[in-house]
């Protein structure tokens, strides 16, 4: 009989295998221990394998598992059935052995459940910053996550976000905020997305509930969206960030993608976009970045716009807006919102989901909002109740301090003034550090063209670079970034970007 | 391109002609996004939550002797809420610490924190943390860790079905089924007793598939009140072994249920050191006060180091689309505490005042009970544990202690003692009275 390597450590340890068995268990064990292997199904052939091979010292590593090294994201569901079919036959072997006799004493014969578990793959993002951190050269420049750097290359707390904290240390206590939020919050959210003097918020018609920054948004949003429209799609931009595929995966609901970035012009795929937007059925869910499009930095103008708008209210799609950064892509939160009130002008019945990672420097504290439009207030409290349904039996209610910033930030007239001003700041030292990038590159005599550095908005650069040339930049001049090429313009610095052109032009010259 | 702005702008001109959307001639069907038509239509209101609605109907209970013993947060004599001594000055040094930066934390969290909060539920001389057998994540306070720890499991576990007990806390097959798995029962509380249905325990886990996942609520039942013995404890840990059964520790009461720390451990670290493997959610709301913060821990105690590691990879996938990673003030607060001698003394302190309010409060009501000659005995409130006592009134009766005296509590029965105050306990004990003599 042909056991797994699971249940052959059950039966050896349980003691439940025969002279010879043990025999031929203790030589797998032995093998297994010298040379690495993992045998899942070792039998007699087996065993003449081993000798042979292991004489001749060409026992390889048998993977028992998917390749993940390659970063790429592999679904689980193959190897979750082999661990599955695996595991039960040995539950059913296990149970007719054991029966329910109390042969068992203690735990110390059962194997680990989690021995199949395989190491999952480093985050593409989050993982360029922990190799970023283990590397000792002195010359090392993180542009990989989206955190903005002064031009000392370092973390920022925004001043109106230190006075913030200042005013609320010791004065409040730390009940639990209702499931929806912090409503103070809530509010000054919703004028910053909506306006200030938004009919929509006047009409109580936006269901609005306090999320773990803009990933809880999104994730609320795919949960809601699961339940309300279980027979829908989510139709994300080719590329997009990252961790949206994770999201609505995780939420169960099966994604399409649409035309959205031009390699060639390094700029917007306009008509293609539109034809996938025309192409679409009816009423299907768009996901679409408000503005400052992770990672591309590539925005539709007003124009384009204003022609998705249209085209969305021919086809009857649901636009459900991603917004990192407001205020981060022009340093005016106004004009970066604009995609947004031109979908609402047209009448359209959007999502948002809204961060205050980026432009008030509270990436730690994961506050954000995902908000609802809804057709009247009745159906904004119902949408609003539903929304709270799944955030309770995820966190029951969101953390209480960073909302606590906001609301103080936002809503103290001289605060709100210092938070517009500190903003503005950090746009427009990366819009400096795009025309620097550029110039420095060009004067290298660089063959390519790097207008798109300029051209693209927000806070991150698609370059272009292929993953050859961004690993020789990590790996000859320690240049951290994500392998699609992607450059975070908020750890460039006066200091590091002549190092930086210097490395990009090296990597792309030929 | 062209002929489409074509169209959008006699469009727009149409429409400010007609002054609404005209659908006639212009071959624009009618959108289920304009407003008018929301694709969330069908979209009904909610129920309250079962606890966090007492709190929504208390605030609108004009009555000036209204209470509310509904949601278990602790309140002073004062019936105020509470924050520790500690976690003010935790927070202070936090505030006044300039270098210190809001930068996203790593997706397992704060590394102090996760190693502290480890120490704290198995022991700083744990075996299991010596031989880097356990991994540690932080989550968003008890429901988070509980969350994370369901999809793990409903992930790369084989077995898809958790044991809960009955009664236990109303979140918990929420959680539990939104994050993948099936729930079952066992029985745990006896209301002919008041006390713990042990035959029943150990019948029904014996009866349990192989493999299954079992909710141990580690100290303080939620909402009974009823602990297993020590001795019990054993029982139990030896039939869940015996059956291969992976235990799932909710503790969410260390230091409140006696007012020590090591002795409200004592069930976890008893299956810990047979050498086997579990789940452990931990929270900070209350034995920290640091409810709305939202910090707490899942550990999962493996059998050796390599397979900790990969399960905490894992752990990160399970995470990462969920919120990325989990919110910074809180935790930092946690470890500032943990790892200074003094403050974690001084904490260790103001728990056990809490611990000591509370089992006072449980003695003044059985009291008030007594003096007034209540029917029924009420001894289940004294020998009861932790924040809540399930008095074992019925959804009857609580209604009408709502409505006549202006109490707030769950349907179940459940009242949390840390809303009482000595100058509460007399009303609380007039409506019990009444409700049990009036109400069948």
């Not at chain 1, 103008?301 to 204003?306: F, G, I, P, Y």
């Amino acid at each position: 009989m042909v056991h797994s390597a699971q249940h052959r450590a059950d039966l050896f340890e349980l003691g439940l295998m025969g002279k010879k068995e043990r025999k031929f268990e203790e030589t797998i064990k032995q093998v297994e221990k010298r040379s690495g292997a993992i045998f899942t199904h070792p039998n007699v052939g087996t065993y003449f394998f081993i000798i042979i091979n292991f004489t001749l010292n060409k026992i390889k590593h048998q993977a028992t598992c998917p390749d993940f090294s390659s970063g790429n994201r592999k679904p689980h569901r193959e190897s979750d059935s082999v661990n599955l079919r695996s595991m039960a036959l040995r539950t059913a072997i296990t149970r007719r052995i054991l029966g329910s006799s109390s042969a068992v004493h203690g735990s110390r014969s059962m194997s680990s459940w989690w021995k199949n578990v395989e190491p999952a793959p480093k985050d593409p993002i989050l993982g360029v910053t922990e190799a970023f951190l283990a590397d000792p050269s002195p010359d090392k420049v993180n542009v990989g996550v989206g955190a903005y750097r002064d031009d000392n290359g370092k973390p920022v707390v925004l001043e109106c976000v230190r006075e913030a904290e200042r005013r609320i240390a010791g004065s409040m206590n730390m009940e639990y905020l209702p499931m929806g939020g912090s409503n103070k919050m809530v509010d000054e959210t919703l004028k910053l997305a909506y306006g200030e003097n938004s009919d929509l918020i006047k009409d109580k018609r936006i269901a609005a509930v306090q999320a773990l920054s803009g990933t809880g948004a999104c994730r609320l949003f795919a949960d809601f969206q699961k339940r309300f429209s279980p027979d829908s799609h989510i139709y994300i931009p080719v590329p997009t960030w990252s961790n949206h595929h994770n999201i609505w995966r995780d939420a169960n609901v099966p994604q399409r993608t649409f035309h959205y970035y031009h390699p060639e012009t390094k700029g917007l795929d306009f008509a293609s976009l539109m034809d996938d937007v025309k192409n679409a059925p009816k009423g299907s869910v768009f996901l679409l970045h408000a503005c400052a499009h992770n990672p591309t930095g590539v925005d539709p103008t007003v124009e384009q716009w204003k022609e998705m708008s249209y085209q969305f209210k021919v086809k009857g799609h649901f636009a459900f807006f991603d917004m990192a950064y407001q205020g981060f892509a022009s340093g005016d939160p106004e004009k970066d919102v604009q995609s947004i009130r031109i979908f609402l002008e047209d009448g359209h019945l959007i999502g948002c989901s809204q961060s205050y990672a980026k432009n008030m420097g509270l990436y730690g504290q994961r506050v954000g909002c995902l908000s609802l439009v809804c057709e009247d207030e009745k159906q904004a409290v119902a949408v609003k109740s539903q929304l709270q349904q799944i955030a309770r039996p995820m966190y029951s209610n969101p953390p209480v301090h960073g909302a606590l910033i906001v609301s103080t930030v936002l809503g103290n007239p001289d605060l709100k003034q210092l938070w517009l001003k500190e903003v503005k700041g950090m746009a427009d030292r990366i819009i400096g550090m795009r025309s620097a990038l550029r110039e420095n590159i060009e004067k290298l005599g660089s063959p390519l063209s790097w207008e798109h550095i300029t051209n693209q908005i927000g806070m991150f650069c698609y370059s272009g670079m292929t993953p050859e040339q961004v690993d020789r930049l990590t790996n000859e001049f320690h240049i951290y970034m994500t392998r699609n090429g992607r450059i975070s313009m908020a750890g460039v610095t006066t200091g590091n970007v002549e190092y930086l052109a210097k490395a990009i032009h090296e990597v792309t010259k030929t | 391109m062209n002929s489409s702005s074509a169209d959008r702008r006699l469009y727009m001109l149409s429409r400010h002609l007609a002054g609404t959307i005209s659908n006639e001639g212009s071959g624009i069907s009618s959108s289920p996004t304009s407003a008018g038509n929301s694709v969330f239509g069908n979209v009904v209101r909610a129920p309250e939550d079962p606890i966090l609605g007492v709190t929504v109907a208390y605030n609108k209970d004009p009555s000036p002797v209204k209470l509310n013993l509904g949601v278990g947060a602790y309140r002073t004599e004062e019936g105020k809420p509470l924050v520790l001594n500690v976690v003010r000055k935790a927070e202070h040094l936090l505030v006044n610490d300039r270098s210190r930066i809001k930068e996203y934390l790593p997706i397992v969290g704060l590394a102090d924190f996760n190693k502290l909060s480890a120490k704290l539920i198995l022991g700083s001389d744990s075996p299991a943390i010596q031989g880097n057998r356990v991994t540690t994540v932080q989550c968003l306070s008890g429901t988070g860790s509980l969350r994370v720890g369901a999809e793990f499991l409903a992930k790369h576990y084989y077995q898809r079905t958790i044991y809960i007990p009955n009664p236990t806390w109303g979140n918990h097959t929420k959680i539990f089924t939104l994050g993948g798995l099936t729930v079952k029962t066992y029985r745990y509380y006896d209301p002919v007793t008041r006390g713990l249905n042990i035959q029943g325990l150990l019948e029904d886990l014996n009866s349990a598939p192989s493999g299954s996942i079992v909710l141990l609520h580690a100290c303080a039942h939620n909402p009974t009140g009823v602990d297993p013995t020590f001795d019990q404890w054993g029982q139990i840990r030896q039939l869940i072994r015996s059956k291969n059964l992976l235990p799932f520790f909710d503790s969410a009461y260390q230091g409140f249920a006696s007012g020590n720390l090591d002795k409200d451990a004592e069930s976890v670290r008893m299956f810990v050191s047979d050498g086997g493997e579990c789940f452990i959610a931990q929270s900070y709301a209350k034995n920290m006060g640091l409810y709305g913060e939202r910090v707490g821990a899942l550990s999962i105690v493996c059998r050796n180091a390599d397979v900790a590691s990969r399960v905490e990879s894992q752990l990160k996938l399970v995470i990462r689309p969920m919120y990325s990673s989990p919110p910074i003030h809180g935790a930092s607060i946690v470890a500032t505490i943990l790892k200074d001698r003094n403050l974690y003394n001084e904490w260790t302190l103001e728990l056990k005042a809490m611990a000591d309010r509370i089992i006072t409060m449980r003695k003044q009501l059985f009291d008030a009970l007594s003096a007034r000659g209540t029917p029924g005995n009420w001894t289940h409130i004294i020998k009861q544990i932790g924040m809540f006592t399930f008095t074992g009134l019925n959804t009857k009766q609580v209604a009408f202690m709502t409505k006549e005296f202006h109490i707030y509590m769950t349907s179940d029965g459940r009242i949390s003692m840390a809303g009482l105050s000595s100058r509460t306990v007399p009303h609380l004990a007039d409506a019990i009275h009444a409700a049990v003599t009036t109400v069948g």
